[in-house]
């Protein structure tokens, strides 16, 4: 780990472990991977007819999508954070 990435480093671990893997990875990723692969699928069985994108099954299939994303991006935060500590610490 070079110098600019320890600063980094040492400036996201003083925010904290919960903050980075819920925020970061959590949040935005599980956002965005739900997001896209629910439109990706969608767009991919029905093209872009807007009927498709209006149903309450869309929206069912939208949210839990999201909520696997969610999960996915805790435990990749976990992950991250694990390999980042021990890049850190030199190990």
Do not use: D, H
């Not at 696997?68 to 694990?82: D, P, R, Y």
Request: net charge positive; hydrophobic share 45%.
């Amino acid at each position: 780990m070079n110098r600019e990435e320890q600063m980094w480093w040492e400036r996201t671990r003083a925010k904290g472990k919960r903050r980075f893997i819920l925020l970061y990875f959590g949040a935005v990723l599980g956002f965005i991977m739900g997001t896209v692969t629910a439109f990706g699928t969608k767009i991919y069985t029905n093209g872009l007819a807007l009927q498709a994108f209006a149903s309450p099954r869309f929206l069912l299939e939208w949210g839990l999508r999201v909520v696997i994303g969610f999960i996915t991006g805790c435990l990749l935060g976990m992950l991250v954070w694990w390999q980042n500590e021990k890049r850190y610490q030199g190990k």
